[in-house]
C-alpha cells in the first residue's frame, strides 16, 4: 500500500525565515555547534578586543617607564647645572641612542652644544651658559615627556607626580638658572620686573609641586609614595625659598645664586624618578595582572562553555540518535527494546513517549499475531480440507476415466482389426486393379499394332488395285492391238489367216485379262472395304479399351486413397488408443501448478522500475507466489521486478516476473514466478512452505 502523505509543522515566521531556511538543512548537533560557534564568536572578539585595549594600555604604561629612564638622567643633568656644576651627558645620550622612538636627536643635539659651550665658557660667562644649558635640557624633558606619553598619563597619582618631574621641576629649575644669569636691562623697572617674574615662575612651580605631591598622595594606595617625594617636597621648598629671595631683592635687582635649589632638585630626583617608575610599573603590573586574571577567566569559562557544549552536544547527539534510531526501528516495524533517552528534558519526554507508543504496537502487533495466526490456521484448515476434496475428486475422477478408458480401449482394439481387415481387402483391390490396367494396357497396345498392320494392307490393296489397274489398261491396249491385227489379217486374206488367229487368240487373251481384271478389282475394292470396316473395328475395340483403362485408373486411385484412409484411420486409432491410455495421469494434469501453493497472510514488497510497491501476500510456493497490490500503477505481465518476501526467519530478495495480472478494480492480482533461487533462498522457502502445510509434504507436481 502507498505511503501516507507527510504532515509537515506551522509555517515559518517571516523574520526567522533567513535563519529557518539555514538551520532546516542542518541536523541537531550541527545546529547546537552552530550556536555554539556564533555565541562563541563574539565572546572572541570581545576578549580580543579587551585584550588588544589593555595591550594598548600596557605599552602605553611601557612607554611611559622607557620616558622615566630617560628623565631621570635628564633630570640629574639639569639640577647639576643649575646647582653650578658641570653636568655629564653621557646618560643622557647612552638613553636617548637605545630608544630612537623618543625621537630626541634634535634636542640632545642643542644639549650637546650647549654643553660644549659651558665647558668652554669663561667664569663670567658660565651663569649665562648653565641657562643656555638649562634650556636645552628643559627643551630635551619636554620632548621625552610628549614622545613618551608621560605628559598623557591618565592616573591622577603617577600623573601629578610625572607633571611636578616633567613640567613644575624643569619650570622652577629654568627659572632659578635664570635668576643666576639676568639679562642685561636697560633700565631698572625692566630688570624688576623681569626678576619679579622669575619669582613668580619659581613660586608658582614650587605652589604646583606641592599641589601635585598632595594631589598624587591623595589619589594613590602606595604607602612609601610620602617617603619617594618627600625629597621633590624638599626642593619645592628650596624653590620657594630662591623665589622669596628674588621678590625680597626686588629693590636692589641682582644675580641670585640658584644652587640651593639645584642641588636640593639633584637630591629629589633618584627618589621622585624612582616613585612615578613605581607607579607606572604598578598600573602595568595592575593592568597586566587585570588582562590575565580577565583572559584566564574568560579562557577558564570559555573551556567551560565548551566542555559543557561538549557534553550538550554529545548527549543532544546520543538522544537525538537514539530517538531517529528509535523512531525508525518503530517504522520499520521492529519494536524490540532499544535504548532511548530518559533525560528531563524533552529528548526525555520523546524517549518516554516512543517507549509507551512502542509498547502499545507491540501489544497491537501481538493481538494482530495472533489473530493472525488463527487466521492463517483457519486458512490451512481450509486449504487442507480443500487439498483433501480435491484428491478425493481427482480419485473418483481417475477411476471413472480408467473404467471408461478400458472399454474404450477394447472397442477401439476391435476397431483396428477391422480397419486390418480393411487394408487387406483394399490390398487385394489394388493388386487386381493393377493387374486389369496392366492387361487394358497390352490390349490396347495389341489393338494399335493391328491398327498399323490393317492400314498397311490397305496400303497394299491400294497398291494390288493399281497394279489391276494398270494390267486393264494393258488388256484395253492388248484387245485394241487384237482389233488392229484382225483388221489387218483380213486385209491380207489368206496370207493373214494365221495372223488372225493369233489375233483372235490375243484377242481372248485380252478380254480373259480384262474380266479377271475386273474381277480383281471388285475383290480388291471388296478387301478394302472388309479392311475398312476392321480398322473401324479396331478403333472401336480401342476406344472401348482406353475406357477400360481410364475406369480402372480411377479404380486404382480408389484404392489408394482408401488404402491412406485406412493408413489414417489406423494411426487416429493408435493416437486413441494413446491418449485413453495416458487418461490414467489426467488428474494430475489438472493441478496447474508445478508446486504446491500455500495461502499466507503478510506482506510483500516489489521494486519495480525503481519504486518501492507494497502488497499483500496471498499465497507462496517454492517457485513463485500470489499477491495483491494497488490497480493504479501496478506491472503489467512479463514485467520484471524484485520482490522483498517477509518470512518468519528473515526477510527474501528474489527476482521474479509477473506471469499472471489479473484486475478487479482497486486491487490487481500479480501471480509471480521466481527467476533465480540461490540455494539458500530455495532451503527457507522450501521449509517455510513445508512448515505451513504439514498435511500436505509432497507437493503435487504435473
Known sequence: MAAPAPVFGARTPRTLAPAHAVVVHLRASARLILLVVLLLIPAVLANAAFAMAIGSQVSFASAERVGVLALRPTLTALATAVAGQTPDLTAVRTVAGAHPELALDKQMAAANAAAKALQAAAPGAQPAARATLAAALVDLITQIGNTSNLILDPDLDSFYVMDAQVVQLPKALL??????????????NHAVAAQAVLAGTVSGAADAIRSDIATALANTAQVHLAADLKPLGAAADAAGTLSKTLSGSLDNPAATDPGATGTAASAAVASASAALDGLLATRESRLTGQRTLTLAITLAALVLACWVGLAVWWRTRQDVGMVVAGVTAISENDLD????????????????????????????????????AAREEQMQANFVQQRLAERQARTRAQAVIDETASVVVVELSEVVTQVEAVRVAASTIDERVGAADSA?????????????????????????????????????????????????????????????????????????????????????????????AVATAITMMSHGIVGVDDATAVLGNVATEQHALVERLDRCVADAITRVETMASLTDKLERRQHERVPVVGDVQLIWRGTRLEAELADIGEGGIRCVVPAAGSPGEGDVMQAEIHLKDGSITVDA????????????QLGLQFRTLSPEAQRRITAYVQDLTPALRSPATS
Do not use: W, Y
Open 440 to 532: 487394358a494396357r497390352g490390349v490396347v497396345e495389341q489393338a494399335g499394332e493391328a491398327d498399323r498392320l490393317v492400314a498397311a494392307l490397305a496400303g497394299s490393296l491400294e497398291q494390288v488395285a493399281a497394279m489391276a489397274q494398270l494390267i486393264a489398261g494393258i488388256a484395253d491396249q492388248t484387245r485394241l492391238l487384237a482389233l488392229n491385227a484382225t483388221i489387218e489379217a483380213a486385209r491380207a486374206g489368206e496370207a493373214g489367216r494365221g495372223f488372225s488367229v493369233v489375233a483372235q487368240e490375243v484377242k481372248n487373251l485380252a478380254v480373259t485379262t480384262a474380266t479377271s481384271t475386273d474381277q480383281i478389282t471388285g475383290t480388291i475394292a471388296s478387301l478394302q472395304q472388309d479392311a475398312g
Open 337 to 372: 527494546p532499544r535504548p532511548l533517552p530518559d533525560g528531563r528534558d524533552e529528548f526525555g519526554d520523546i524517549g518516554r513517549a516512543l517507549a509507551v507508543a512502542r509498547h502499545q504496537l507491540s501489544e497491537a502487533q501481538n493481538a494482530l499475531s495472533l489473530s493472525q
Open 175 to 188: 627659572a632659578a638658572a635664570q635668576a643666576g644669569a639676568p639679562a642685561a636691562a636697560q633700565d631698572r
Open 657 to 668: 516476473q509477473v506471469m499472471r495480472h489479473i484486475s478487479n478494480g482497486e486491487d490487481s
